[in-house]
């Protein structure tokens, strides 16, 4: 099923569109009063400065102030109803809005735009934490990136909306009133929508202290290394996003010589690349939680920010071009491929953060870590402005603070990748298998979502245990043979992926037990462990007896088994065919086309080897 059909769903529909209203209005409120502000009341340089320059912390203040207790409300009640008590707030603000616009009030405005910042704060640990209640694991990815994408186009919208109505002269302010009311109605209409969403803490108890909340939420959200460090890949992602967002008006008008309709393109672009990124995740990672692509996403972001200060390093000899003056510009193509491309490799690198988050932290306390990662995201957005401000005080051109972003942005994501190597392996794993294969997987929804499993399954070629890694919504522990554990580049891999090394009994019966006891104690701990109970690599392409060993880990740990075939892969590359001509393993069969066929699990202790292996050889059929 397509991501779109999602769009079709009632259990993501409403919530989609809520979403994307909400997004609207947060933009198009801002946009005119910066509008009002800056060209409709007459106001000095100075007053027009101090208030373009407060609206961001009054918006950003109530995520360091609520989102802890935020967090602790979506997971100790229904979510639908939290939501639609979020948008009659938003009603009652864009009324207080509207009476701002007509009478010109900027101090009501002000305490309307940090009411929104309130509204976004609250609504923000739902937003992310109502998802996998209503997804199912495949359509995580493609959810997440369909929110992504809604969010980026509507927040485009709304600035667009909101400047456009405030120049309508003389109804201008009626306009973006009646306008911003009405779109947190149709908000509210669709929340009404939204299917329930259970509690997922229930007994949670409640802490009315936001310092001390934030303070244990902020631990909560330490507490799993590699969702921490997720964490803050997404609160770097909203830092580099600030510093560029931030520069393009100064970037517009004087590396691009445009005026405001060339503003609002490379917003545009960008806005449409982070969705286009957004939406290709779901293909690029087979509808699963592929952190494998956020490598990707981080090397786009630095090499096309590298190229944007290389495309218009100083100047532009002209100014005050309109859109079109601009495209027809030389080197104008550069610039707009570059700022495209970084938001989709932006897409690439945030998405699949968030599926992770979610994947991986326990329901009921997804909300409190998505409230943690929005603090962290505020603090790392108001870096982001020093750090813009200070590089402009110290004469660097926009040019040169994009270049500074792009290579920190390296230097940074080198530095989360070391902490995780897990990031890395799966980027390694994606690259080698999608570029070696063309791979179909046929029962994926078939294994378990938890809980102990043992997979089985005929083994084929030396690139068996990566290209099952690469297809399973599930991380595994892969079991074998030590002296391919021990190859190396891909040894980083199978260490990263916790595989456990396997020997024969005559060969080092240490070794030997020493697998027994890994493979037990994960499948006492709950994870999934994949076995080849072949033993070896097929030297003609045909299923060989499967060992009892098989039977030994189930007599210890009786657990689900489930049984997989390998189909095409014989003939292809680091598959033994023809070895003993000592025939090159390049260029056979490059960009093979293989199967991976998924039965239902088998209950606990109704498995033998024989069975086990006469399932594979049905699932396999006659195709090697």
């Known amino acids: 099923m397509s991501q779109f059909a999602l769009l079709g769903k009632r259990r993501f529909a409403p919530f989609f569109w809520t979403q994307a209203l909400g997004a609207f209005n947060d933009n198009a409120f801002r946009n005119a009063l910066v509008m009002l502000v800056a060209f409709q009341m007459g106001l000095g340089d100075h007053t027009v400065s101090l208030y373009t320059n407060l609206a961001p912390a009054l918006f950003i203040i109530p995520f360091f102030l609520f989102s802890a207790t935020a967090g602790q409300l979506a997971e100790k009640y229904e979510k639908s109803r939290i939501i639609r008590y979020v948008k009659l707030f938003e009603i009652g603000a864009m009324a207080l809005a509207a009476i701002g616009f007509y009478t010109h009030h900027t101090s009501l405005l002000l305490v309307v735009l940090f009411l929104m910042g309130l509204h976004s704060a609250t609504f923000g640990p739902i937003k ?74 229930p007994g949670l108890k409640f802490n009315w202290n936001p310092l001390s909340e934030t303070a244990r939420v902020l631990r909560l959200t330490r507490q799993d290394r590699a969702v921490f460090n997720a964490v803050l890949g997404i609160s770097w992602f909203w830092f580099f996003g600030t510093v560029l967002i931030a520069q393009l008006p100064n970037y517009t008008r004087i590396n691009l010589g445009g005026d405001g309709s060339v503003n609002i393109l490379v917003l545009t672009l960008f806005s449409i690349g982070t969705g286009i990124g957004s939406l290709m995740c779901e293909r690029m990672s087979g509808r699963r939680v592929e952190v494998g692509l956020v490598p990707l996403g981080a090397f786009g972001l630095t090499a ?25 510009s030389a080197g104008s193509w550069r610039i707009a491929l570059d700022l495209t491309l970084i938001g989709v490799f932006a897409g690439f690198y945030v998405v699949p953060l968030f599926a992770f988050i979610q994947s991986r932290t326990p329901r009921e306390q ?71 294969y063309r791979v179909r997987t046929d029962g994926a929804q ?27 919504r599930r991380p595994a522990r892969f079991v074998m043979y030590y002296k391919i554990f021990n190859v190396p580049l891909l040894s980083f891999v199978f260490r990263t992926a916790k595989a456990i090394p396997i020997a024969g009994h005559k060969e080092d019966p240490a070794v030997l037990q020493r697998a027994y006891d890994a493979i037990d104690a994960a499948l006492a701990a709950g994870e999934m462990v994949c076995i080849f109970p072949e033993g070896a690599l097929t030297g003609d392409g045909e299923i ?46 490059f960009r093979a086309r293989v199967e991976l066929v998924i039965d239902a699990p088998q209950a606990q202790g109704q498995v033998s080897a024989a069975m086990l292996e006469a399932r594979v050889r049905e699932l396999r059929g006659v195709a090697a």
């Not at 149709?186 to 929508?193: E, F, I, N």
């Not at 942005?409 to 980027?427: G, H, K």
């Not at 049984?563 to 025939?583: Q, T, Y």
Request: proline content about 6%.
């Open 446 to 472: 078939q294994i378990p979502a938890e809980g102990p499993v043992l997979l089985v399954c005929n083994h084929v070629s030396f690139m068996d245990p990566l290209l099952l890694m690469a297809n399973l």
């Open 304 to 328: 096309f920010g590298v190229d944007l200060f290389f495309a218009r390093p100083g100047a532009a000899l002209a100014d005050g071009l309109d859109w079109l003056g601009f495209l027809h």
């Open 366 to 436: 997804l909300s409190r870590v998505i409230a943690g990662n929005n603090i962290l995201n505020a603090l790392l957005i108001c870096c982001a402005s020093g750090f813009g401000l200070g590089l402009g005080m110290l004469g660097l051109g926009v040019p040169q603070i994009f270049l500074a972003t792009a290579l920190l942005n390296a230097v940074v994501a080198a530095y989360i990748f070391t902490l995780v190597p897990e990031f890395v392996m799966r980027f390694i794993t994606w690259v080698l298998v999608n570029t070696l």
């Open 544 to 589: 060989a007896p499967f060992r009892p060993g098989v039977e030994k880990i189930l007599a210890r740990r009786p657990v689900p088994v489930v049984a997989m075939a390998l189909r095409g892969l014989w003939g292809s590359v680091w598959s033994r065919r023809d070895s003993k001509l000592r025939r090159a393993r390049l260029p056979r069969r």
């Open 128 to 201: 992310y934490a109502i998802l996998p209640q209503a997804l199912k694991p495949g359509e995580l990815v493609g959810g997440n990136g369909l929110i992504e994408t809604g969010t980026q186009l509507a927040m485009l919208i709304g600035m667009i909306v909101g400047s456009a109505l405030m120049e309508i002269a003389g109804l201008g302010t009626l306009l973006a009133g009646g306008v911003t009311i009405a779109v947190a109605i149709a908000g509210y209409l669709a929340s009404r929508a939204i299917p329930l969403a259970p509690a997922t803490a």
